[in-house]
């Protein structure tokens, strides 16, 4: 006797409204999800390499344990903390961290604005000049950092040939605390004055051309167009930049480390001239093999950046409530 297999017309309708329910959980699956799939790669990757290990860190901050030994870990509380407070060395690193700063960011940012300023013209062969002055921040920072080394060598260097051409002695770079700073400066302005440029040029090439158009009909010169029209129009960029610019002072690492060319560069010179917080950190995780200092040292600069970030707030609230 043949047995029959078709579904019953009955439970036909409650087939359809199972399969309608299970497309309509995965729609909602499908719609609410997706978003935090596509981001998770995102907070996985930041977890593992940036979260992480500002956490470790900050425990390691927290005991004495020598490179060699990671394993073995001695909790000291806060002492690597007060130590810090204590040691001169480190005051020495944040002053010429500060000093350093100040002398590659402000004429740096002063010169990227002049620059942009020249580049919002219409200029026959703006866009070799954008290039250009672009050329500098895609140079990896050994190899320039090499060469002004050696245009500022002591003996045979060209800028103390040059300046020997107009009765100037010969001056010892690297030794001399100012000398050394300014060179390590210079290597920083080459590299990022092109930078900052085509940010600026960007948020001027923002500005509504009828803001020039008004400004030239009240009788306005093109100085005075700069100072009230274009000035005002980026000052948030401007802002930008000055933020961009003392995150990366603070974490200076390359450029004084090559310039010193041996041991030297390690320490910022024989009398810590140049020393800055990121060589204090290699110093003393690299050289004195003790890690919970450098991890201190880390979290200083943490906290400093934290600073920064707070100023920067604050001078944001204060422009804008003028405006």
């Known amino acids: 006797m043949a047995i029959s297999t078709s579904t019953p017309p009955d439970s036909a309708p409650a087939i359809g409204a199972e399969r309608q329910r299970r497309r309509t959980l995965l729609h909602r699956l499908d719609v609410r999800g997706a978003p935090y799939a596509f981001v998770a790669p995102f907070f996985i990757v930041f977890a593992a390499f940036s979260f992480y290990p500002l956490i470790y860190t900050s425990w390691i901050s927290l005991h004495r344990v020598e490179l060699s030994t990671l394993n073995l870990m001695e909790w000291v509380?806060?002492?690597?903390?007060?130590?810090?407070?204590?040691?001169?060395?480190?005051?020495?690193?944040?002053l010429n961290t500060f000093t350093i700063g100040v002398l590659s960011t402000v004429p740096q940012l002063l010169m990227a604005l002049g620059l942009a300023h020249l580049l919002n013209y219409q200029l026959r062969g703006s866009t070799f000049f954008r290039v250009a002055a672009l050329t500098p921040y895609a140079t990896s920072v050994g190899a320039a950092a090499l060469v002004f080394t050696m245009l500022f060598e002591r003996d045979f260097g060209m800028i103390n040939w040059m300046l020997?051409?107009?009765?100037?002695?010969?001056?010892?770079?690297?030794?001399?605390?100012?000398?050394?700073?300014t060179a390590i400066s210079?290597?920083?302005i080459w590299r990022w004055t092109g930078?900052?440029?085509?940010?600026?040029?960007a948020a001027m090439q923002a500005i509504p051309r009828d803001r020039y158009e008004a400004a030239a009909i009240d009788g306005a010169s093109r100085w005075q167009q700069f100072l009230k029209v274009t000035v005002p129009g980026i000052r948030s960029t401007i802002v930008f930049t000055i933020v961009l610019s003392t995150i990366g002072a603070t974490q200076l690492f390359g450029e004084p480390l090559i310039f010193g060319q041996g041991p030297n560069g390690i320490t910022g010179g024989a009398d810590n001239q140049y020393?800055?917080?990121?060589?204090?950190?290699?110093?003393?995780?690299?050289?004195n093999y003790q890690m919970g200092r450098a991890a201190t040292v880390?979290?200083?600069?943490?906290?400093?950046?934290?600073?920064?970030?707070?100023?920067q707030r604050i001078v944001k609230r204060v422009l804008t409530r003028r405006t």
Request: a negative charge.
């Open 77 to 94: 509380g806060f002492d690597n903390y007060t130590a810090l407070w204590a040691d001169d060395r480190f005051w020495n690193a944040l």
């Open 275 to 287: 020393q800055t917080l990121g060589l204090l950190l290699y110093e003393e995780g690299w050289k």
């Open 298 to 311: 880390a979290w200083a600069m943490f906290l400093l950046l934290i600073l920064v970030f707070v100023v």
């Open 164 to 181: 020997s051409l107009v009765g100037v002695d010969h001056i010892d770079w690297e030794n001399n605390k100012w000398a050394a700073q």
């Open 186 to 188: 210079s290597i920083v």
């Open 195 to 201: 930078y900052n440029a085509l940010l600026y040029l």
